[in-house]
């Protein structure tokens, strides 16, 4: 008997709640966990930039392997012990007395909330909808900006308040109890069971036979310059913004305080969403999406760039993360969107995947690598300049790669030519 609610919205809305909670812990809690451990500890930056970058490295090995573990044991199962994982993760950040025991932490917490991101998101949507796919994900992805948002000010006022110890308690079994409870009523659900169709049509779409097209190996993929240049700016802005990010609490926080710090975090987060919302406006009037990459990361190296006047001006900081923060969403859904306009149907799968494995493989060492050059310097404002300068140099690379692919034709591998290939 098919319900007369479309079960795929209540699977949307629960996947925006899992999207706030798995970035707000796992992907904007690192940078505001870093400076409450120096703060308790007072261990040197460039140590404690070495637990974020090991949170973020720790979870490529097991994106790798999601689609196993999914098929293995139910996504619903995945999703809760990742939950849990994450939870005991900022537990021990929270309560490390030693470094080999916060960098154990960072690996549980990098490995947890993996299961609660992108490729989570992607996952659950994918059976619930099909033709409004994008629309769907660009809902489900806005729960990631909000949880930059929310959880950015939310960190900040319990850990002032009640201790990192206790605010990472309560966060932590907040989140395990919430995505339990959507893990085994919501998200163990499919069309299927529910008599249901994809995209609530009343008869599925048919299904289009295989062309019998040879795979494209990684191998192939790497020899294609479009590739080349697609991937290389992907993780070249990446690395500069999530090095950035990693930092940029820490540094604004020395500048304007801790609650202003975390109100322009959650300031830059809520930007991601617009900046999303034009540049989905600016692909439908058709312009070229790989110098839309380029535009975007301009506008945050002015926002970059204006952190050098925080010393004199603090109240800079609200326009530099509104620029800053305008290309955050779009550094990770664009590139995978300039991917189906250059390569064909049958390889655009592997391409974004390899994209992206490429992309977090790079950007995991970022933090690591802006820890060092703040360490380089003791003076904090000269730190700053050089952690300024190395973005907005790597965020200029960036615009060169993307921009040497702007003209370039679309690949398009037609099966064929695989068949006959021995």
């Not at 290309?327 to 995978?336: D, F, V, W």
């Not at 060092?372 to 907005?392: E, G, K, W, Y």
Request: glycine share 10%; net charge positive; aromatic share 10%.
């Amino acid at each position: 008997m098919k319900h007369t609610r479309f079960f795929g919205k209540t699977v949307l809305a629960c996947t925006f709640i899992l999207a706030m909670i798995g970035w707000g812990v796992g992907f904007y809690g690192p940078p505001i966990y870093m400076q409450a451990v120096m703060e308790r500890t007072g261990w040197p930056i460039a140590q404690v930039s070495t637990a974020v970058t090991l949170h973020f490295l720790s979870g490529t090995i097991i994106i790798a392997n999601l689609p196993r573990f999914y098929a293995r044991f139910g996504i619903p199962t995945i999703i809760l012990l990742g939950s849990i994982v994450l939870g005991i993760g900022v537990n021990i950040w929270a309560q490390a007395s030693q470094l080999w025991v916060l960098y154990a932490g960072a690996v549980c917490s990098g490995v947890g909330w993996v299961t609660l991101g992108a490729a989570a998101v992607n996952t659950l949507i994918a059976p619930w909808y099909v033709k409004e796919r994008p629309k769907a994900l660009g809902k489900a992805y806005n729960g990631a900006s909000m949880g930059g948002v929310v959880f950015s000010p939310l960190w900040v006022w319990l850990i002032e308040g009640f201790g990192f110890a206790t605010a990472a308690l309560l966060i932590s079994l907040a989140a395990v109890l919430i995505i339990g409870t959507f893990a085994f009523l919501v998200f163990n659900k499919s069309p299927r069971s529910l008599g249901q169709h994809p995209d609530d049509a009343d008869q599925p779409d048919p299904v289009i036979p295989a062309t019998g097209a040879a795979p494209w190996t990684a191998m192939q993929t790497l020899k294609v310059a479009n590739f080349r240049t697609l991937a290389t700016g992907m993780s070249l802005g990446l690395f500069a913004q999530i090095g950035l990010i990693a930092h940029l609490y820490s540094i604004l926080a020395g500048r304007m305080g801790a609650h202003d710090a975390s109100l322009a975090m959650g300031l830059a987060t809520a930007s991601a969403m617009g900046g999303r919302y034009i540049a989905a406006r600016l692909m439908t009037q058709g312009i070229n999406r790989r110098l839309l990459a380029c535009l975007g990361y301009a506008i945050q190296m002015v926002g970059t760039l204006m952190l050098l006047g925080l010393d004199r001006h603090p109240s800079v900081a609200w326009t530099a993360m509104v620029l800053i923060g305008s290309g955050i969403g779009n550094a990770t859904s664009l590139p995978p969107l300039i991917a189906q306009t250059e390569f064909s149907r049958e390889h655009t799968a592997r391409v974004i995947a390899l994209m992206v494995a490429i992309s977090q493989g790079s950007y995991a060492f970022a933090p690591a690598f802006f820890g060092l050059v703040r360490a380089a310097f003791s003076h904090p404002n000269q730190a700053i300049a050089a952690v300024v300068t190395a973005v907005v140099a790597v965020q200029a690379l960036a615009i060169l790669s993307f921009y040497r692919g702007a003209s370039a034709r679309p690949i398009r591998v037609r099966p064929v030519e695989h068949r006959h290939q021995r």
